[in-house]
């Protein structure tokens, strides 16, 4: 009897092997060690304290009269009362249930009815920093890596940082998986690259994946471009468009696993005109990147992230998910923040 042609052929509904996956932010109970920003720097003036969501819990950033900002888990260790309610005494942010207070350190320093704090009456306090005009958490005891420089000193530049609204549905580090796939920046922003596909020359370290191209912007600008992925949250890029200098960065912050809370800074030189033309400039760079991230949107809105089949214009991305599998993983908060 005669093999039908049906079954000469590998089944088509079979899907092909691909790539061992990346764990999902949380799925293991860890979550990437990277700094995530938690909000705009303008969102807390002094002696003000608000509560946000982070990682698979809650924290708190509160700032002091003295304008030091910190990042720390949101519940009072006494009762478990959320300071987000709590009041900023001075430097000291004092809990709405029995007005116990912790200072910047996290570290409960007095109690209303006199009673000797006791000794593990702390909060978990994040490394935090502030910067580009955003409040950034480390996930981690210690930072591993610094956020990156513009190749000008910032004393130079002007910047300009907004919240995008709403969430995006997945992790950040799918979102910085465009980043390293070069497919991605040609098919769907339409960008012409000068030369072959940069793969060999990317600069690799334990924590950053960056590379540099000349190009042609879907609507005709010469660009020149340095990019690259800090951490697991941070897009990075300095670019010249028709030969003038911007900066660009989309900070990523974990409100919860599988979302996403974006940002974006843009940067520029304050030699390149008066105030209101580097204001408008840097107007037009985030209408611009706008533009550019819209068109990434939608699709981050609706995929299920599961990279499959790989070609070699993937060599690069390759890379990359086997940077994501290694990437180091930990919750020191996690008795702290849920």
């Known amino acids: 009897m005669s ?8 089944n088509p509904r079979t899907p092909p092997p691909g790539p061992k996956r990346v764990l999902n932010e949380g799925e293991d109970g860890l979550f990437t060690q990277s700094w995530f920003p938690i909000c705009l720097s303008s969102d807390v003036p002094p002696e003000t304290v608000k509560g946000y969501d982070f990682l698979d819990g809650r924290v708190v950033v509160y700032r002091g009269a003295d304008g030091r900002v910190q990042v720390a888990s949101a519940y009072c260790p006494h009762m478990g009362a959320s300071l987000e309610v709590g009041k900023m005494i001075g430097d000291s942010l004092r809990c709405a249930f029995h007005h ?10 007095k109690t209303m009815v006199g009673d000797p704090p ?16 955003l409040v950034w958490a480390f996930n981690g005891d210690a930072p591993l890596y610094d956020l990156p420089s513009f190749p000008f000193p910032e004393d130079e530049l002007a910047f300009k940082t907004i919240e995008l609204p709403g969430l995006s549905g997945v992790d950040p580090w799918v979102q910085c998986c465009n980043t390293p796939d070069m497919q991605h ?13 940069p793969h060999d020359l990317v600069r690799w370290t ?8 000349v190009g042609t912007h879907v609507n005709g600008e010469h660009v020149e471009n340095s990019i690259g992925v800090y951490g697991t949250s941070l897009y990075y890029q300095s670019t010249y468009i028709n030969g003038k200098w911007f900066g660009f960065l989309v900070p990523m912050g974990l409100p919860r696993p599988g979302k996403s809370k974006n940002f974006m800074v843009a940067a520029g030189k304050i030699s390149d005109g008066t105030p209101d033309e580097v204001a408008a400039w840097l107007d037009f760079v985030l209408d611009f990147e706008i533009r550019v991230v819209g068109e990434d949107l939608p699709i981050m809105e609706t995929m299920r992230f599961r990279p ?9 991305f390759a890379r990359y998910l086997s940077f994501l599998r290694q990437y180091p993983r930990a919750h020191p908060s996690a008795d702290f923040i849920k």
């Open 118 to 133: 006791p000794p593990n009456a702390c909060l978990f306090v994040f490394p935090t920093q502030e910067r580009y005009g």
């Open 3 to 10: 093999t039908s042609l049906h079954a000469q052929h590998t």
């Open 100 to 109: 116990w207070e912790y200072n910047l350190d996290g570290v409960c320093t």
């Open 185 to 197: 920046i040609k098919a769907l922003h339409g960008i012409t690259f000068g030369q072959a596909d």
């Open 206 to 213: 334990d924590h950053s994946c960056c590379y540099d191209f």
């Open 308 to 316: 499959g089949t790989l070609t070699q214009s993937d060599k690069t």
